[in-house]
Nanobody, 118 residues
Framework: QVQLVESGGGLVQPGGSLRLSCAASGSIFTINAMGWYRQAPGKERELVATITTALKTNYADSVKGRFTISILSRYNVVDTVYLQMNNLKPDDTAVYYC?????????WGQGTQVTVSS
């Protein structure tokens, strides 16, 4: 199994920036890809960005050019994923969840709140 712990959420004004982090532990050598999803009140959870261990990235159209996903690996094993969020908008307000796909299945973090408001 893989355990995920997110950090870095908070309150930011429109146009501001935040960086989310997600630390993975457990069977991290089985990780194939990591990503971020978000869920706003009253809406379904949606993909924000994903990245594979081969560094192939995928972004939602709504965040392209503003968000950047990256990973930290040690000894070719991924253990942290980041989401740099710039030029934040009120529509980015949501709970952001870290997710990983591994050889043993998919796993979710507990979520971190991001609120964009003046």
């Amino acid at each position: 199994q893989v355990q995920l712990v997110e950090s870095g959420g908070g309150l930011v004004q429109p146009g501001g920036s935040l960086r989310l982090s997600c630390a993975a532990s457990g069977s991290i050598f089985t990780i194939n890809a990591m990503g971020w999803y978000r869920q706003a009140p009253g809406k379904e959870r949606e993909l924000v960005a994903t990245i594979t261990t081969a560094l192939k990235t995928n972004y939602a159209d709504s965040v392209k050019g503003r968000f950047t996903i990256s990973i930290l690996s040690r000894y070719n094993v991924v253990d942290t994923v980041y989401l740099q969020m710039n030029n934040l908008k009120p529509d980015d307000t949501a709970v952001y969840y870290c997710h990983t796909e591994s050889l043993t299945g998919g796993y979710w973090g507990q979520g971190t709140q991001v609120t964009v408001s003046s």
